[in-house]
Structure formats: structure tokens, C-alpha cells
């Protein structure tokens, strides 16, 4: 933003400059156009220096931009992972990493630099130049006998050629500000001329869904030709718990942003309540579909506003009702300003699980049609999991609730089990359907995930 808005005062600067240059010029050619067109022989020169100092900044800007871009994403990476440095002790290969990277940027600054201290001086010699061959032909003219040159003529321009060749030599200065900022604009411009958005055609408004759900033959692909999702059709009626698992890259994860509309599907479609999500407003579907991702964002605020999300609509005394009906206002009233407790950023003054409790009652709170769980009961402790389990029955009771789960332990008691496997559904069924159909892809799955968790017990 600094290098764009530099970039803007320097355009200024470089218009002024200009028509400086044009009225001296003129001025020029009105007291003497023989010595004028002598100066105006040197301009094509110092142009031509200009336009490639242009192009060989513009190229060493970039690979500064490059470079620090770099430099910031190790630095954030690092001091992100600082225990992970510590723990494996790679303080001494993350400083070494980090001086290569802070050398390349040096390395780029240096060129920068090079070009900078190679034009200047070149501008500086053709603007002496041409005022000592002006002082010599103006000189040799007045001696043979010129009345149209005086002395006094070749004492202006003395003056006149310093104010001519200093606007050029301010606007080839003016070009490092402009470049950075032509180079930052261009990555703005490349971020905002992305074709990878959402379409908003829709017109129908999204009330409380009863949530039947039907997926029809959807195909998707994140990269053109490599499809993710492969044509899958599945069918959810209304008030049913269905679980969906698999592998990891699987693409369970992916129907559900599909769902949201975070994405357009290639082919198919997707209808809740029979209509196709495309004809809703995004903002009413999304407001009647609640989801509980793994890993939970709370803002460094109040507990009572991370599940609000300052909704006006939500007051103080139904967020205590909810959380008493999901059990989890006990936990809460156990924090030490209950909830007006100051999570801090990212939630870091609580546990993942309790995290965790507190998405699964902004969920609650929100009474959507439809409740996703993206992996919710993955990496918490046996109490919060618990907790999790109680919120989990009280918040998918009377509403279309799709699980996705890593663990199978705790998708037994869903209404329908979704198996999926390479984008394509490979099984489906009830947890006992399932586990008694031989040599099936969910029943192997659920014994060697079983067995691995009893080696892990004991």
C-alpha cells in the first residue's frame, strides 16, 4: 500500500517535472533556437538512457519484491513454529537458512543500487557535455560575427540547460518510486483479475431448511482436469445424522464446501429441500448452514461475542440458554470472568477441546437448517471429548447433520454412513450394515483403526 501511494506522489512529481522541461524549452527557443537545437540534440541520448534504466529497474524491483516476500514468509513461518525450531534443535540450520535468504535480498538491493549509481552519473556527463559544446558554438558564433547569439545569451543558458536536464534527471529519480509501485500494483491487480469466484445469481431467500439433501452426479475439480469429486450422487432426508469417511484426500472435506458454495461445481447438482443451492442468495444459505470446523478460529474477544460474531439478533441471555442445553455453561462459568473471559488472539487461553465446545455452541446458537462437523472430535482429551459427545446429541437432535469423522468410533449411531474413497462413494449404509458386509471398504477400515487404538491403550 506505502509503495502504491508513493507510486501516486511520484506521478505527480514526474507531470510537474514535464512541464517544466516544456517551458523552459520554449523559452529557450525564443532567445536563441540555434543553441536550443543544440541542446535538444543531447535529449534523445539521455531518453534513450532513461527508457533503459526504466526497464533494468523495473526487473531489479521485482526480484526485490520477490525477495522480501521470501524473507517475510520464512520469518512468519519460523517465529510461528518457534517450539518446533527449539524442540528438534534447528536454531543453528534456521539461522544459516536464514542468512542465504537475507543475502539474496541483499544481493537484489546491491543491483538496485548498481543501476542507480550507472544512470546518474551517465545523465550528469551528457548535461555537461552539452553545456560546454553550447559555451563553445555559441562562443566560436559571437567571435565570427553572429548577431543573433550574445553573450548575454550563452550566460542564460548556463542557467536555462541546469533547468532542463534537472526535471529529467528528477523524473528518472522519481522512476525507483514508481516501479515498486507499478511492481506492488501489479501483484493487487493479478489478486483482484482472479476468475475464481463465486457466482451470486441467486434470488431466492433461504429460510429454516427442513434439510433434505441430494447431490446430483456432481463432478469437481480444484485443478482444471483433475477432478476431485467424480461424479457422486447421494440423497440425505431430512432430520438424518449422516457420516461421511475415508481416507485422507478422500474429498470429504470438499463436499462440504460445495455445499457452502466456497466453490463451483463442474457438472451436477446440489438441492436442498429440491432447490438447486445455486438459486438461493449466499448470504441466506450460508446463514442456515452451520459448520464446526477441526480447527476452531476464535477473534481476541469475549466469549459471549466469539459466538455471538456481534449479531445483534443473538442476545446475552440466549447464548446462556443454549449453552445450558449443550452442556456447556458449566465449563464456561468456570473461567475467570465467565463470558466476558478475553480468549486472547486465536483463542490461545483455551484448550483445543474447549475450542472446540465453544464453535459447537456458536453452531448451536446460530439454529441453522443443515450442521456440519468437519472433523470436530479429532485431537481432544477424553474429558472435552465428552463434553463434545453431550453438545454433539443435543445440537444434531431435529436437524440434518452431516459428521465428518477420522475416527469411526464415533460415527457408530449415525442414521447413514457415507464411505468415500478417491472422490467417488464406494459404500453406504448403517455402522452395522457396513461392518458385516465381507471384505468390505469400511469394515477393513474400521477393524485396523479399532486395532491400532487397543495397541495404543495398552
Known sequence: TVAIVGATGA???????????????????????????????????????????????????????????????????????????????????????????????????????????????????????????????????????????????????????????????????????????????????????????????????????????????VRFSYIDKEEVIKGITLKVEAGQTVAIVGATGAGKSTIINLLNRFYEIDSGHITIDGTNIDDFTLETLRRQIAVVLQDVLLFADTIVNNITLNNPAITRDQVITAAKAIGVHDFIMTLPEGYDYNVKERGVMLSSGQRQLIAFLRAYVSNPGILILDEATSSIDTYSEELIRTATEAVTQGRTSIVIAHRLATVVNADKIIVMDKGKIVEEGTHYELINRDAGYYKNLYFSQFAVETETEE
Open 11 to 217: 506521478g505527480k512529481s514526474t507531470i510537474i517535472n514535464l512541464l517544466k522541461m516544456i517551458v523552459i524549452l520554449v523559452i529557450m527557443f525564443v532567445i536563441n533556437w540555434k543553441l536550443t537545437l543544440i541542446v535538444m540534440m543531447a535529449m534523445p541520448i539521455l531518453v534513450v538512457a532513461t527508457r533503459i534504466f526504466q526497464k533494468k529497474m523495473k526487473v531489479a524491483f521485482e526480484e526485490v519484491r520477490a525477495q522480501v516476500a521470501n524473507l517475510n514468509t520464512f520469518i512468519q513461518e519460523r517465529l510461528t513454529g518457534m517450539k518446533i525450531v527449539q524442540l528438534f534443535n534447528r536454531e543453528d540450520l534456521e539461522y544459516e537458512k536464514f542468512k542465504q535468504i537475507n543475502q539474496k535480498h541483499n544481493d537484489a538491493w546491491k543491483k538496485n543500487i548498481l543501476y542507480n549509481s550507472i544512470f546518474f552519473p551517465i545523465a550528469d556527463i551528457i548535461s555537461s557535455l552539452t553545456l560546454g559544446f553550447v559555451i563553445w558554438y555559441g562562443g566560436m558564433s559571437i567571435l565570427g560575427g553572429d548577431t543573433l547569439t550574445t553573450p548575454g545569451d550563452l550566460v542564460k543558458y548556463i542557467m536555462f540547460i541546469p533547468m532542463l536536464f534537472n526535471p529529467l534527471r528528477q523524473i528518472a529519480d522519481k522512476f525507483n518510486e514508481m516501479q515498486m509501485g507499478i511492481v506492488a500494483s501489479d501483484r493487487v491487480f493479478e489478486l483482484l483479475d482472479m476468475n475464481q469466484y463465486t457466482q451470486q445469481n441467486g434470488t431466492k431467500e433461504a429460510w429454516h431448511f427442513k434439510g433434505e439433501l441430494y447431490f446430483d452426479n
